[in-house]
């Protein structure tokens, strides 16, 4: 029997809506533990994309890669996010991306029809990824909006000093594949804030 109360995932829920012990449990039910090493994949493109995964431990990353063999970050995962391909998994159609492990990861995984029984089971559910999705959806648009309006080194140094968690984390090529700058740009940058 799973301990609800000691479980990230309970705690997580109970921010936005109310689930009790029991109720998490039959929740928990459906939902599968996944362990990853470091730079393990989780999600392949070109393949089903039949899981939404919450991170429990680690971090993860989604990227796809360029037709001239780049990768171009679109997403990392810490504690309590959930990532996948959404429209995919929505439309249960093939990938575009990859979801690999930046560190050590373990995550829930939950196929998207188990989701749905979820939701017909617990309706209370639907305003919890409602909000959830109108972060993610909020945060996206703020990205597009600093790509926009910010210059390189602003966003470079918007990233790291609103982010810290991730700027201590993950390793600068992957933030400089997120923030759609070089490795070597980066590291242009770091070194004249340093001077």
């Known amino acids: 029997m799973i301990k609800a109360k000691a479980?990230?995932?309970f705690d997580h829920l109970n921010q936005f809506i109310t689930?009790?012990?029991k109720e998490f449990e039959i929740i928990h039910s459906y939902v599968s533990i996944k362990r990853l090493e470091k730079k393990q994949l989780l999600m392949e493109a070109n393949g089903p994309c039949n899981h939404a995964y919450f991170v429990?431990?680690?971090?993860l990353h989604m990227y796809f890669i360029t037709e001239k063999g780049t990768e171009r970050t679109v997403q990392f995962a810490l504690e309590n996010w959930w990532i996948t391909d959404f429209l995919a998994y929505q439309k249960h159609l093939k990938t575009d991306?990859?979801?690999q492990a930046v560190e050590p990861s373990e995550v829930l995984s939950i196929e998207s029809e188990s989701l749905e029984k979820i939701l017909q089971e617990f309706p209370k559910l639907e305003r919890y990824f409602r909000v959830i999705f109108q972060i993610g959806y909020g945060s996206s648009i703020m990205k597009?909006?600093?790509l926009y309006d910010f210059t390189k080194e602003?966003?470079?140094f918007h990233f790291t000093e609103n982010f810290p968690e991730f700027a201590q984390r993950v390793p600068q090529y992957l933030i400089a594949s997120f923030l759609g700058l070089t490795p070597e740009y980066v590291s242009e940058i770091r070194a004249k804030k340093r001077s």
Do not use: A, N, Q
Not at 56 to 59: A, D, E, N, S, T
């Open 7 to 9: 479980h990230p995932f």
């Open 19 to 21: 689930v009790s012990e």
């Open 97 to 99: 991306f990859f979801i």
């Open 56 to 59: 429990l431990k680690g971090c």
């Open 144 to 146: 597009m909006k600093y």
């Open 154 to 156: 602003e966003i470079h």
